[in-house]
């Protein structure tokens, strides 16, 4: 299922890294597990929902340039969480503030996540009349237990 949001600009602390794009199994990975076993340095500036929960968790990605735009042959990505947007980044880790964009959101695993990806992007976007205008944005909620990401493809700045 596929749905079209708008989010408004939010911010995320991460670990950051930077690569090729054929590679990014191989750099992007290593991010994920020094995020994850230094969370507790980054986990009072988490953005909560009400019941106390963490809002979500992010593979934020951007061009070499840092100005959101897709990948080429090289791209960043930081593996972090949603923080309130006054959040200062602890030392070693990096602070991004993503643009508000209208989004094409879609559900996949890690099993389908290429397959999920080539398909919104060579058959829904062109088919719908959309344009990709920025890097696709990886979220993880952390209610979700079963491995299911939710992938964001910028179609309009807002």
């Known amino acids: 299922m596929v749905d079209i949001i708008v989010k408004r600009k939010f911010t995320v602390i991460g670990k950051m890294g930077e690569g090729l794009a054929t590679e990014g199994p191989v750099w992007i990975p ?4 020094e995020a994850n ?5 980054i986990s009072t500036l988490a953005k909560l929902n009400s019941d106390g929960s963490i809002v979500g968790i992010w593979g934020a990605m951007s061009d070499v340039d840092g100005k959101f735009e897709r990948w080429k042959n090289e791209g960043k990505y930081l593996a972090g969480c949603e923080v309130l947007d006054d959040a200062e980044a602890p030392h070693g880790w990096v602070k991004w503030i993503i643009p508000s964009f209208k989004y094409v959101v879609v559900k996949c695993n890690l099993d389908s996540y290429k397959e999920t990806f080539n398909q919104i992007i060579d058959d829904y976007l062109p088919n719908h009349a959309y344009t990709l205008v920025g890097a696709v944005q990886e979220f993880y909620d952390p209610k979700d237990n079963n491995g299911e990401l939710s992938l964001f493809f910028p179609i309009e700045k807002i």
């Open 30 to 33: 290593p991010l994920w597990k």
């Open 37 to 41: 076993s230094k969370f507790a340095e």
